[in-house]
């Protein structure tokens, strides 16, 4: 079948360690040790990291916070909930939707969805105080959220949900 690599940073301490265990079980599948040239250069491992790092840093909201969201009190509420039950459906690093995908699979035009992206940061910092915050110090979104420049797709937002904000998110919805 072959491996499959993914791009994984590791501290400088760990490197030789983890370096001879991935060797000694790639000689026991009796695959190459490493990847070669060709595949180092696939984007797609490229990509696969960006997706991974944005899902890993995502930090799930408190289930009162989601509740308070999931009832819709505004426009721009309904719309993030309405995505967020659409990406609840397929959680994880494998579903992200594109602006375009959301307003086709939603009902919602483009420019609405849009519209809900630019107004929720200042909803949130003036509604949500609980929310864990980004480093920038703004309220993180519900959704774990990805340019399309980064995935190697047409420049566009990009959202999914990791699993334990699916989780919580069903359980008030």
Sequence with gaps: MGTEWLLLA???????ELKHMVDFRQEQRGEAPAPSPE?????????????????AKHQPWPEAALARLAEGSTIT?????????LCAATPGESYRYSTEELAEKTGMSVNEW???CRKIRLHLEK?????PRTDAGNPEWPLVDMSGRNLGER????VGITEEQALRWKAVR
């Design 127 to 131: 509604h949500y105080p609980e929310v």
């Design 155 to 158: 420049d566009q937002l990009y």
């Design 10 to 16: 590791v501290p400088k301490q760990d490197y030789d």
């Design 77 to 85: 509420t309904q719309r993030f909930a309405q995505v967020m039950d």
């Design 39 to 55: 595949e180092l250069r696939d984007s797609q491992l490229a990509i696969d990291a960006v997706v991974r790092a944005a899902f």
């Design 114 to 116: 849009r519209a809900a």
